[in-house]
């Protein structure tokens, strides 16, 4: 009998369940980071298939900005409960008690409520080995990153000083101190993931299908006005629109895309006719004083 051939996204999903079967062997406390997109979804999907019959032996941990659309904390808390997972949210305090927020703070919004509160959760939970849903094809330094993606002790990245992956090798021994960021997703395209989402019928945010929303059009973004503290400037007026959101952040940053595709069928063949970036729409990536590359180097996600 001849062997089974697997497709493109089988062969997917086999090397990301692999991977995180092979972490959890060798980790001594694991966590999913949850940011309640698109990838981690997916990334969830695969976690509990990896580890079915039982739940995934992990928690989830949401570092929390206090600046998400009040869709996603809805969908966040649903979620956590039919998947049995312990949900762990963090908010840096520091952050709190200033008052950081997307409006007034620019790259400093970023730099303390989601840098900064990852170090402190990962360091308060006493994390070793935290899971992730970033993908090469997002963007030019998260192609630079291995799959293992190893960590100072005080969570600093050097991309001069990698560790080779050849094949499916992975080394996943820690020196003291250090912690491993895993992206099982590396290798995935946005394109194989709405496929996986479509095929394997994931959950997402409704926010990732067209709807008519109160949005404003400001620098080049198209905004929605999700709740009373988004601060409108003298000449805007809400307008309803039909779109959808290729990815979400803090609401005050992350811009939608007008579209007219309400189930993942849709929003498939939307994507292949697209000729812009998936994180077009993200403020914080064109942000070149504060590039991703040097967040990463810092700590970030």
């Given at each position: 009998?001849?062997?089974?051939e697997?497709?493109?996204?089988?062969?997917?999903?086999?090397?990301s369940?692999?991977?995180?079967?092979?972490?959890?062997?060798?980790a001594?406390?694991?966590?999913?980071?949850?940011?309640?997109?698109?990838?981690?979804?997916?990334?969830?999907?695969?976690?509990?298939?990896?580890?079915?019959?039982?739940?995934?032996?992990?928690?989830?941990?949401?570092?929390?900005?206090?600046?998400?659309?009040?869709?996603?904390?809805?969908?966040r808390?649903?979620?956590?409960?039919?998947?049995?997972?312990?949900?762990?949210?963090?908010?840096?305090?520091?952050?709190?008690?200033?008052?950081?927020?997307?409006f007034?703070?620019?790259?400093?919004?970023?730099?303390?409520?989601?840098?900064?509160?990852?170090?402190?959760?990962?360091?308060?939970?006493?994390?070793?080995?935290?899971f992730?849903?970033?993908r090469?094809?997002?963007?030019?330094?998260?192609?630079?990153?291995?799959?293992?993606?190893?960590?100072?002790?005080?969570?600093?990245?050097?991309p001069?000083?990698?560790?080779?992956?050849?094949?499916?090798?992975?080394?996943v021994?820690?020196?003291?101190?250090?912690?491993?960021?895993?992206?099982?997703?590396?290798?995935?395209?946005?394109?194989?993931?709405?496929?996986y989402?479509?095929?394997?019928?994931?959950?997402?945010?409704?926010?990732?299908?067209?709807?008519?929303?109160?949005?404003?059009?400001?620098?080049?973004?198209?905004?929605?006005?999700?709740?009373?503290?988004?601060?409108?400037?003298?000449?805007?007026?809400?307008?309803?629109?039909?779109?959808?959101?290729?990815?979400?952040?803090?609401?005050?940053?992350?811009?939608?895309?007008?579209?007219?595709?309400?189930?993942?069928?849709?929003?498939?063949?939307?994507?292949?006719?697209?000729?812009?970036?998936?994180?077009?729409?993200?403020?914080?990536?064109?942000?070149?004083?504060?590039?991703?590359?040097?967040?990463?180097?810092?700590?970030?996600?």
């Open positions: 009998m001849p062997p089974m697997l497709t493109h996204l089988q062969r997917l999903e086999a090397e369940i692999y991977i995180m079967r092979e972490v959890v062997s060798e001594d406390r694991p966590v999913i980071l949850y940011s309640i997109g698109k990838d981690s979804a997916v990334m969830l999907h695969l976690a509990c298939k990896a580890f079915y019959p039982s739940p995934p032996p992990m928690p989830l941990l949401h570092v929390d900005t206090t600046w998400k659309f009040r869709a996603m904390y809805e969908f808390d649903r979620v956590a409960r039919e998947s049995g997972m312990e949900l762990i949210v963090h908010h840096n305090p520091e952050a709190m008690a200033q008052g950081i927020n997307p007034d703070h620019g790259a400093l919004h970023t730099d303390l409520w989601k840098t900064e509160g990852l170090k402190q959760a990962l360091d308060k939970f006493g994390f070793d080995v935290a992730g849903g970033a090469r094809d997002e963007e030019k330094s998260r192609a630079k990153e291995r799959i293992f993606s190893f960590r100072s002790a005080d969570h600093r990245w050097d001069r000083n990698q560790r080779p992956e050849l094949w499916d090798l992975y080394n021994r820690k020196r003291k101190g250090e912690s491993i960021r895993v992206f099982p997703l590396s290798n995935w395209t946005e394109l194989d993931v709405w496929l989402i479509h095929l394997e019928n994931v959950p997402v945010v409704p926010l990732y299908f067209a709807e008519r929303r109160p949005t404003v059009k400001r620098a080049g973004s198209i905004l929605m006005v999700d709740d009373d503290r988004f601060r409108l400037q003298p000449d805007e007026t809400p307008l309803q629109r039909s779109v959808r959101f290729r990815t979400l952040g803090c609401y005050p940053l992350t811009g939608a895309v007008e579209s007219v595709a309400t189930t993942p069928r849709e929003v498939i063949q939307e994507m292949l006719s697209t000729k812009t970036s998936e994180r077009c729409g993200r403020a914080i990536d064109r942000d070149h004083g504060a590039s991703m590359e040097r967040k990463k180097q810092e700590g970030y996600f």
